[in-house]
């Protein structure tokens, strides 16, 4: 599969973005979908997943309440709707694929197919 991601951009603390993955080589809707982010000198952290069906989903701790993670697969797409953006948030942002179809709860560690990523600077 491959995987572009996009929308991100530079912003001040408490701003909102919203990312976007365009995703292409597979049957989209068969697979749960993540999103990752990566520091400066940091190892690449989970944020957040949807279920293949877009039922379930699960937040890392520090962006439950102000992520949304969502998806569209009659377009293929994947979304990170982000509020109340903190410095602490600055990173490059991935979108990511289960390597296995039909699953609602992966585990985080199942992700691949890493696509381009999208900075996201946040400024206080």
């Known amino acids: 599969v491959q995987l572009q991601a996009s929308g991100g951009g530079s912003v001040q603390a408490g701003a909102s973005l919203r990312l976007s993955c365009a995703a292409s080589?597979?049957?989209?809707?068969?697979?749960?979908m993540g999103w990752f982010r990566q520091a400066p000198g940091m190892e690449r952290e989970f944020v957040a997943y949807?279920?293949?069906?877009?039922?379930?989903?699960r937040y890392e701790d520090s962006v439950k309440g102000r992520f949304t993670i969502s998806r569209d697969n009659t377009k293929n797409m994947l979304y990170l709707q982000m509020n109340n953006l903190k410095p602490e948030d600055t990173a490059v942002y991935f979108c990511?694929?289960?390597?296995?179809?039909?699953?609602?709860?992966?585990?985080?560690?199942?992700?691949?197919?890493w696509g381009q990523g999208t900075q996201v600077t946040v400024s206080s």
């Open positions: 080589g597979r049957t989209f809707g068969n697979y749960a």
């Open positions: 949807i279920g293949w069906r877009g039922t379930s989903t």
């Open positions: 990511a694929a289960d390597r296995r179809a039909y699953r609602s709860s992966p585990p985080v560690r199942d992700f691949d197919s």
